[in-house]
């Protein structure tokens, strides 16, 4: 019998081409899409799980208040101070995230700005399962040696043996260069780790002196003994003030503990080693998923209903020659599982043609694991879910059908307009619903694109020396790029928009007329051209006067966030103490982004100095752009 309903069934999916491709093409392209979205997904939730203990791993995070947030890293003694008290901390490590340092090779012209760049400790690999396949760990315990990874190996030793070889680090707020050992080879870090390691610098090497401790931060990490949860930690924030007392300026400051295995996408931190994801995307991908599946599916059982005075004088035909009832329904179900099936089957065909591309867009490394048994398993399962779903309303309608009332031509079905109604508004509302969705996201993307920035991007060019230039040759190199027709304004800073800025903390006596908590702020140093070369709006007061000296001493310009933040309503003025002396306002910029539109403007603070010289940024005319460009290099 089973054998019979298939023949018959491949006859008559023969007989109706038309309706079959339509059928088949249909449930693949929902069905492709719906994998690849499920390609992404699992790829988003695999960061971190290859770790042996990634069940027992932690990192600590500060939070420092409501209005200053939640950090990723914590203040360097930190964990010395959980190392001494908590005896369920099986192993603890720090890490410090280089941010684009130039590195180079000894004895050679190469050279990269590295994204990678980790300082880690020996016991960093006690916690990490990455494999060294060359070398010794222990020796990353010495000041001045390096791990690398077999691609940086080969980018910077192309030709000869890395174990044993010098790598430079250049300093990014200085001239100051560094020189590394390399003690080991480890293999390459998989994509699915929140933060990726090229280059792993000894840690000993640049460690803060004692009274810069508090001040300086970094990405801690604990191995916690079976049983122990992360309550171990928390609960000793009220030892954890008292030995804050006295050392750290911001006390406010509670400890939170997040697994390994959610960094990824339920981190809230800002500042973290690497940019993260986000567990909402996964929802509303996955709700897409379902939806174009529910979508598919519908379409299918449409094109069955509508053909269903067509299929009826065959089931009278079939009841009347003794045919029951299930075996109509297996037949049924039969028909739309393998179409089903055959839709799957295709729909892994259109994922691996289109896989390049998509990776590409998603900037991922997906792929289909085609010899994996799972993988097959997955794909007879969900064709037969679909399959049944699909087809299960039209097979237990169409048998019901009575085979005398059939066979005089009455095939009147009442129930089969209204379903077919239900059905189609159910898609056309979810197909709204999804060009909706769409419509807001484009509307994002254009206000992300568009938005007010709070500067004028548009004809500035920034030259990058990455504070290498001495400070008595600062002015005169500045002089030397505003030697062209083209050029309008050269500013000095050592930040601007996009970059990573220093951060300053002042407690609430430190700040005139202020009672709230600690401030933190961004804080960059500047020269006075850089309102011109922005195109920066001033709120109050005057941005930094090259004529007036008390200006480039101690004068600061905030922002207007500082200034809500702080309640002043005089600002022009108000002073600040910091370690260098007294600070005197002279001015409030209006708020502009200096990171992306996804991040909420924070207090920033501006000075003049010698210290801006790491950027360059140069407003120029469209008059002669490829030889202005040409002055500039």
């Known amino acids: 019998m089973l054998f019979a309903n298939l023949r018959h069934t491949l006859r008559h999916l023969q007989r109706q081409p038309i309706y079959t491709a339509i059928n088949v093409l249909g449930l693949a392209l929902g069905l492709a899409c719906v994998l690849l979205i499920l390609l992404y997904v699992a790829d988003e939730r695999s960061f971190d799980t290859m770790h042996t203990n990634a069940d027992r791993i932690y990192r600590v995070e500060q939070i420092l208040n409501q209005e200053n947030g939640h950090w990723a890293s914590t203040p360097w003694p930190v964990a010395d101070f959980l190392e001494e008290r908590v005896p369920a ?87 100051d260069a560094t020189t590394y050992e390399i003690v080991g080879l480890i293999d390459d870090m998989p994509r699915n780790v929140h933060f990726r390691g090229d280059i792993l610098l000894s840690i000993a090497t640049n460690q803060p002196k004692e009274e810069q401790k508090w001040y300086n931060a970094a990405f801690t990490y604990v191995l916690l003994r079976d049983g122990a949860g992360p309550e171990v930690i928390t609960d000793q924030q009220e030892t954890l003030n008292a030995f804050m007392d006295g050392n750290y300026a911001p006390r406010g400051m509670t400890l939170s503990v997040i697994p390994l295995t959610r960094i990824h996408l339920h981190s809230e931190a800002t500042n973290d080693i690497a940019p993260q994801g986000d567990i909402r995307y996964i929802y509303l991908f996955s709700a897409i998923a379902l939806l174009i599946l529910l979508i598919a599916c519908i379409n299918y059982t449409n094109l069955a209903t509508a053909r269903a005075a067509q299929r009826a004088k065959e089931v009278g035909v079939r009841k009347s020659v003794g045919a029951a009832r299930r075996q109509l329904i297996g037949q049924f179900l039969g028909e739309s599982v393998l179409m089903a099936l055959a839709a799957v089957v295709l729909a892994m065909g259109i994922v691996q043609l289109v896989l390049p591309a998509f990776n590409v867009l998603m900037e991922r490394s997906l792929t289909l694991p085609l010899a994996h048994p799972v993988l097959w398993l997955g794909v007879l399962t969900t064709g037969t879910i679909v399959g049944v779903l699909a087809g299960a309303y039209p097979a237990f309608v169409l048998s019901l059908f009575r085979p005398a009332t059939v066979l005089k031509g009455d095939v009147r079905m009442r129930s089969l307009p209204a379903l077919r109604k239900s059905l189609i508004v159910f898609q056309f509302a979810v197909s709204v619903v999804l060009i909706v969705c769409t419509l807001v996201i484009q509307d994002q993307l254009h206000f992300v694109q568009h938005g007010r920035l709070g500067f004028d991007q548009d004809q500035v060019a920034v030259v990058h020396t990455r504070a290498a230039l001495p400070a008595a040759s600062a002015e005169s190199f500045q002089q030397a790029l505003a030697q062209h027709p083209s050029v309008m304004t050269v500013a000095r800073a050592s930040g601007i928009p996009s970059e990573p800025t220093a951060i300053n903390f002042f407690g609430a006596d430190e700040i005139e007329a202020y009672d709230g908590d600690f401030m933190v702020f961004q804080s960059i140093r500047t020269s006075p051209e850089l309102r011109e070369a922005l195109q920066l709006e001033m709120a109050e007061g005057r941005f930094f006067d090259a004529g007036r000296p008390a200006d480039l001493a101690d004068g600061i310009v905030i922002n207007e966030t500082a200034l809500q933040r702080i309640g002043w309503a005089d600002p022009i003025g108000r002073t600040i103490q910091s370690r260098n002396g007294t600070l005197t306002v002279i001015g409030v910029v209006r708020d502009f982004h200096m990171e992306d539109m996804r991040t909420d403007i924070e207090p920033l603070l501006m000075q003049a100095g010698a210290e801006a010289r790491r950027f360059y940024t140069v407003r120029f005319d469209a008059a002669d752009v490829p030889g202005m460009l040409a002055h500039l290099e």
Do not use: C
């Not at 050279?111 to 990678?116: A, I, K, P, R």
């Open 89 to 175: 901390i099986e192993a603890i490590t720090q890490v410090q995230h280089e941010a684009e340092p130039l590195m180079s090779s000894v004895g050679s012209d190469i050279q990269f700005y590295e994204d990678h760049v980790l300082s880690v400790a020996p016991n960093f690999f006690d916690l990490f399962d990455f494999d060294v396949v060359e070398g010794s760990v222990e020796r990353l315990a010495e000041p001045n040696t390096a791990l690398l990874s077999r691609s940086a190996a080969a980018r910077y030793f192309p030709d000869e043996r890395a174990l044993g070889q010098t790598l430079v680090r250049h300093e990014k707020w200085s001239a």
